[in-house]
């Protein structure tokens, strides 16, 4: 599965974006979904990640309240809705995928992943 990133952007401190990932695979709910993130010069780190039907997500501690993952199978898309936000939360963001239905917090468990979309918060 093809996946591709889009909706980051430059927000204030305390505003909102909602990223995008689209899916190229026909069956997409084969896949269980997630959100990383990496900023510069530090390792990249778990942000949500969504079981195959939606019924079950996960965030990290860091983002708790304030994003939320969400999918769309029909439209083969998974997507991250982030409100808050800080300069903090300033990285590039990346969508992967993996088969099966456990949601795992760590990149090495994920199968697919496609390019990232930049978030930049200013204070």
């Known amino acids: 599965v093809q996946l591709q990133a889009c909706g980051g952007g430059l927000v204030q401190a305390g505003g909102s974006l909602r990223l995008s990932c689209a899916a190229s695979e026909g069956t997409f709910s084969y896949y269980a979904g997630g959100w990383f993130r990496q900023a510069p010069g530090k390792e990249r780190e778990f942000v949500a990640a969504?079981?195959?039907?939606?019924?079950?997500?996960s965030h990290a501690d860091s983002v708790k309240d304030r994003f939320t993952i969400s999918r769309d199978n029909a439209k083969n898309m998974v997507y991250l809705q982030m409100n808050s936000l800080k300069p903090e939360d300033t990285a590039v963001y990346y969508c992967?995928?993996?088969?099966?239905?456990?949601?795992?917090?760590?990149?090495?468990?994920?199968?697919?992943w496609g390019q990232g979309t930049q978030v930049t918060v200013s204070s």
């Open positions: 969504i079981s195959r039907r939606g019924g079950i997500t």
């Open positions: 992967e995928a993996r088969v099966g239905d456990v949601i795992v917090t760590t990149t090495a468990g994920y199968n697919y």
